[in-house]
């Protein structure tokens, strides 16, 4: 994120460049989940109200299809918002503007995308949705390029690329080289995590993600954490 902070570095890890919303459309977002859990659009104190709701009443306003309306913008309903102090701008814009300038850390995974996107896809339905994702204008070439192009069967594996190589790899690379380009002797670095780790899925309610390497499972092996769920490297058990 675009912080005015003093920070020393950044591990910006699996980040996905879906555009932050400015001030007024995140208080709109937050209204309109207020009034998905029951506590109204201009209730006075929609902190307690929240907070007497159940777990299951929270989650179930979180996913409605409501809150995911409106384009790219809200594929991730909860997200920074640009408020012009704390953080004072779009990631990419920044970086092309060298005003990224601390030291670096930043890649994605192999299969980023399919954890946000539909199990299965029909191909009526990916030619909907895709135009929500790259744009009308780039929705046609797009998908007439492979490996996205789909026009029977089950498109849901194209549409995870789509996800991965648009909203996760290609603009972090972006990210990564218009930043080394303005930060001089600041270090940027970028990975590209492709370890499937057998036997277990970081996402266990997520059964796509089985046998592929979705967004967040890195994290055991970035904070050196993979004994926690058996998966010890031969180092880690020495």
């Given at each position: 994120?675009?912080?005015?902070?003093?920070?020393?570095?950044?591990?910006?890890?699996?980040?996905?460049?879906?555009?932050y919303k400015?001030?007024?459309?995140?208080?709109?977002?937050?209204?309109?989940?207020?009034?998905?859990?029951?506590?109204?659009?201009?209730?006075?104190?929609?902190?307690?109200?929240?907070r007497?709701?159940?777990?299951?009443?929270?989650?179930?306003?979180?996913?409605?299809?409501?809150?995911?309306?409106?384009?790219?913008?809200?594929?991730?309903?909860?997200?920074p918002?640009?408020?012009?102090?704390?953080?004072?701008?779009?990631?990419?814009?920044?970086?092309?503007?060298?005003?990224?300038?601390?030291?670096?850390?930043?890649?994605?995974?192999?299969?980023?995308?399919?954890?946000?996107?539909p199990?299965?896809?029909?191909?009526?339905?990916?030619?909907?949705l895709?135009?929500?994702?790259?744009?009308?204008?780039?929705?046609?070439k797009?998908?007439?390029?492979?490996?996205?192009?789909?026009?029977?069967?089950?498109?849901?594996?194209?549409?995870?690329?789509?996800?991965?190589?648009?909203?996760?790899?290609?603009?972090?690379?972006?990210?990564?080289?218009q930043?080394?380009?303005?930060?001089?002797?600041?270090?940027?670095?970028?990975?590209?995590?492709?370890?499937?780790?057998?036997?277990?899925?970081?996402?266990?309610?997520?059964?796509?993600?089985?046998?592929?390497?979705?967004?967040?499972?890195?994290?055991?092996?970035?904070?050196?954490?993979?004994?926690?769920?058996?998966?010890?490297?031969?180092?880690e058990?020495?």
């Amino acid at each position: 994120e675009i912080y005015t902070l003093s920070l020393h570095d950044a591990l910006p890890i699996c980040n996905p460049f879906v555009p932050y919303k400015t001030l007024k459309d995140a208080s709109r977002l937050g209204a309109m989940f207020s009034d998905l859990v029951g506590c109204g659009w201009f209730w006075q104190n929609h902190a307690k109200c929240l907070r007497d709701k159940t777990p299951e009443e929270l989650v179930k306003a979180e996913n409605s299809v409501w809150l995911t309306l409106g384009g790219l913008q809200n594929l991730m309903a909860w997200a920074p918002a640009v408020d012009g102090e704390l953080i004072t701008g779009q990631p990419l814009a920044a970086a092309a503007a060298g005003k990224l300038s601390v030291p670096m850390v930043l890649g994605t995974n192999l299969d980023e995308g399919t954890l946000f996107m539909p199990a299965t896809l029909k191909p009526w339905e990916y030619d909907l949705l895709l135009p929500k994702i790259v744009g009308k204008s780039h929705a046609r070439k797009v998908r007439d390029t492979a490996p996205y192009t789909c026009s029977q069967g089950d498109c849901a594996t194209q549409m995870a690329q789509v996800a991965t190589d648009y909203l996760f790899t290609c603009p972090n690379r972006y990210l990564a080289v218009q930043a080394a380009a303005a930060a001089g002797a600041k270090p940027i670095y970028i990975y590209h995590f492709t370890q499937v780790t057998k036997n277990f899925n970081f996402w266990p309610g997520v059964t796509k993600c089985e046998g592929k390497v979705c967004h967040g499972d890195e994290l055991p092996y970035v904070f050196h954490t993979p004994q926690e769920i058996g998966r010890a490297s031969c180092r880690e058990r020495v």
